[in-house]
């Protein structure tokens, strides 16, 4: 049993995001064209038929981001070749991808992070978006 006092989600984003070097639109935009990151977009296909894509990125629902960014595992992507990979994960607002990308660091990918007001972010920085043709 853990005596740890409860913490609303407010505070538990503050803690997990202390120690995420988290990136800008146009940082994560730069990097990736370096190809220095993989973006990751966890949004689910609702938000992704609505807003676009990020040309490029990696789409995983978060319900299965462990499984397919483990270098370890048996489901996982080709893009996952090590854990000292460069993870930068896009949700829809910058919050759900703060919690994943913890998740991640979890698992021994130590450079994982996320974006900082997510694909929302992405787009107002007028980045590129691609349609997906519905």
């Not at 120690?19 to 609702?46: M, N, P, S």
């Not at 997510?118 to 978006?129: D, E, H, N, S």
Request: glycine share 8%; aromatic share 4%; hydrophobic share 45%.
């Amino acid at each position: 049993m853990t005596t740890e006092r409860p913490v609303g989600i407010d505070e538990l984003l503050e803690r997990v995001r202390a120690d995420l070097d988290r990136v800008g639109a146009k940082a994560a935009h730069d990097a990736a064209r370096a190809g220095d990151v993989l973006l990751v977009d966890i949004r689910y296909a609702a938000l992704r038929e609505r807003d676009g894509l990020i040309p490029g990125a990696l789409v995983v629902e978060r319900n299965e981001l462990e499984w397919r960014l483990d270098p370890r595992g048996s489901h996982r992507a080709p893009e996952a070749t090590s854990h000292d990979l460069r993870v930068v994960v896009v949700c829809n607002e910058g919050y759900a991808s703060s919690l994943a990308a913890v998740s991640l660091r979890q698992l021994g990918l130590h450079r994982a992070t996320d974006l900082v007001g997510g694909f929302q972010a992405w787009r107002t920085a007028g980045l590129p978006v691609a349609t997906t043709g519905s």
